[in-house]
């Protein structure tokens, strides 16, 4: 892989949270291609480690259990820094634990990807593996979802990228740009 645009993070990662089917994990895969940066994908690892996807996690031992299993992810995280820094795409619920923002901004540059509500709804429309839509009113869960998380992502964030009306690619670039602007700045 040759990346065509490295990033001097420090030794840190760039974070992406946002509300599931804002694209952290589509516009992660992009940064990684442009930095070199390899991809954790949270949700992937916990369905990797405990054998069983977030549908079955959610399903059979509840979602504070798969809260439990990401602030144990975002731990080990930070206690052992990656030799290459990793892009981490995150579950659109990890702001939810207050220890979990906190080690969230310990972690690295922590980017929002802020999308409407309609844009989600488009976006999610036919996906069968998000548990918190199997209802019967995904529109009334979405906007819920926002209301409550919404504070919670702004208060996590070190950036935020509206991205409801942008190319995945722009998203990609805006939040590269950015994140490369916030660890120059950071204090040596």
């Given at each position: 892989m040759n990346p065509s645009h490295p990033i001097e993070t420090h030794g840190r990662p760039i974070i992406l949270v946002g509300l599931m089917g804002c694209g952290k994990t589509t516009v992660g895969k992009l940064i990684s291609k442009r930095t070199g940066m390899p991809l954790?994908?949270?949700?992937?690892?916990?369905?990797?480690?405990?054998g069983k996807t977030i549908s079955e996690i959610f399903a059979e031992q509840g979602e504070a259990y798969f809260r439990?299993?990401?602030?144990?992810?975002?731990?080990?995280?930070?206690?052992h820094p990656q030799t290459t820094p990793p892009v981490i795409s995150t579950g659109g619920?990890?702001?939810?634990?207050?220890?979990?923002?906190?080690?969230?901004?310990?972690?690295?540059?922590?980017?929002?990807l802020n999308v409407s509500v309609r844009s989600l709804l488009h976006r999610t429309?036919?996906?069968?593996?998000?548990?918190?839509?199997?209802?019967?009113?995904?529109?009334?869960?979405?906007?819920?979802?926002?209301?409550?998380?919404s504070p919670l992502y702004m208060e996590t964030a070190h950036i935020t990228v509206h991205s409801s009306r942008l190319e995945v690619g722009e998203v990609s670039r805006r939040v590269c740009d950015l994140a490369e602007r916030f660890f120059r700045d950071l204090p040596a």
């Amino acid at each position: 892989m040759n990346p065509s645009h490295p990033i001097e993070t420090h030794g840190r990662p760039i974070i992406l949270v946002g509300l599931m089917g804002c694209g952290k994990t589509t516009v992660g895969k992009l940064i990684s291609k442009r930095t070199g940066m390899p991809l954790l994908d949270m949700d992937a690892l916990i369905e990797e480690q405990v054998g069983k996807t977030i549908s079955e996690i959610f399903a059979e031992q509840g979602e504070a259990y798969f809260r439990a299993l990401e602030t144990a992810l975002l731990r080990y995280l930070v206690e052992h820094p990656q030799t290459t820094p990793p892009v981490i795409s995150t579950g659109g619920g990890v702001v939810l634990r207050a220890e979990n923002r906190e080690l969230l901004r310990r972690l690295g540059c922590v980017v929002w990807l802020n999308v409407s509500v309609r844009s989600l709804l488009h976006r999610t429309a036919r996906s069968s593996n998000r548990p918190l839509l199997q209802n019967t009113d995904p529109a009334a869960t979405l906007r819920r979802l926002c209301e409550e998380r919404s504070p919670l992502y702004m208060e996590t964030a070190h950036i935020t990228v509206h991205s409801s009306r942008l190319e995945v690619g722009e998203v990609s670039r805006r939040v590269c740009d950015l994140a490369e602007r916030f660890f120059r700045d950071l204090p040596a």
